[in-house]
C-alpha cells in the first residue's frame, strides 16, 4: 500500500453532468498528479499540483480542472462529461524539492468513472 | 517532449523461465525512468526506477532493468518468473514540470 487513497472506487455519471474525484496524498508529499487510464491503455497525464498551483498540464481540455488544498489533498474536477470519459482516474503524489524536479510517484487504487 | 515504446504487447512464458519486457524511450533531458506493474483491478506499483545512479537497477520482486543510453532502452527482466508476476508492466520516462509518460504497456502472461 502507497498511502495514497481515492475516493469514491467508482462512479456512474450521464453525459453532460459534472463530476469531482479526490485524493488524498501521502504523507509528507507536496506534489499531486492526475492520470487518465482508458481501459487496455497506459495512463494518460492530466496534470500536476505542486504547492497548490498548476506545475504542468497534458493534452486535457479545460473542462478538466484541479484542486490542491494547503493539506496536499487534491480534487480532480470534470465538467459536460463525456462518454470518451469513461475511464480509470489515477492520482498520485510524490515529493519534489522544486518545481522542475521529478521524484517516484506513488499512485493511489483509482476511480473508476462511468458515464452512460 | 519524451516517449515511451514498449515493443511487445504481449509477453507468454512459462513458470520458471526468465522474463524481458522491452523498452525505449526518448527524451530531450536527462530521463528518469520507471517500471510500474499493475495487477488487475489494482493500482500501479512501483518496481524499480533509474535516476542516473547505477545503470544496472534492482527492484522488487527479482525484477531489474539496465538503462542502456546508446541504444535509448531501459528493459526490463527476471531470472525466473513466477505465477504471481502475471499482471501489466508500464514503462514510464519522467521529465519536467512533473510530466509522466506511460508507453502502453505490456501484458506478462505466466504458463505453469
Known amino acids: 500500500e502507497t498511502g495514497v487513497t481515492q475516493s469514491p472506487t467508482h462512479l456512474i455519471k450521464t453525459r453532460g453532468q459534472q463530476v469531482t474525484l479526490r485524493c488524498s496524498s501521502q504523507?509528507?508529499?507536496?506534489?499531486v498528479s492526475w492520470y487518465q487510464q482508458a481501459l487496455g491503455q497506459g495512463p494518460q497525464f492530466i496534470f500536476q499540483?505542486?504547492?497548490?498551483?498548476?506545475?504542468g498540464r497534458g493534452n486535457f481540455p479545460p473542462r478538466f480542472s484541479g484542486l490542491q488544498f494547503p493539506n496536499y489533498s487534491s480534487e480532480l474536477n470534470v465538467n459536460a462529461l463525456e462518454l470518451d470519459d469513461s475511464a480509470l482516474y489515477l492520482c498520485a503524489s510524490s515529493f519534489i524539492p522544486n518545481r522542475v524536479y521529478g521524484d517516484t510517484q506513488y499512485f493511489g487504487p483509482g476511480t473508476r468513472l462511468t458515464v452512460l | 517532449a519524451q516517449s515511451v515504446t514498449q515493443l511487445d504487447s504481449h509477453v507468454s512464458v512459462s513458470e520458471g523461465t526468465p522474463v524481458l519486457l522491452r523498452c525505449n524511450y526518448s527524451?530531450?533531458?536527462?530521463?528518469?525512468l520507471f517500471w510500474y506493474v499493475q495487477h488487475p483491478n489494482k493500482g500501479l506499483q512501483l518496481l524499480l526506477k533509474?535516476?542516473?545512479?547505477?545503470?544496472l537497477v534492482k527492484g522488487i520482486n527479482g525484477f531489474e532493468a539496465e538503462f542502456k543510453k546508446s541504444e535509448t532502452s531501459f528493459h526490463l527482466t527476471k531470472p525466473s518468473a513466477h505465477m504471481s508476476d502475471a499482471a501489466e508492466y508500464f514503462c514510464v520516462v519522467r521529465g519536467r514540470a512533473g510530466k509522466s509518460t506511460f508507453g502502453d504497456g505490456t501484458t506478462l502472461t505466466v504458463k505453469p
Open positions: 504523507s509528507g508529499h507536496n506534489t
Open positions: 533509474y535516476t542516473s545512479a547505477a545503470t
Open positions: 527524451s530531450s533531458y536527462s530521463p528518469s
Open positions: 499540483y505542486y504547492r497548490e498551483e498548476e506545475n
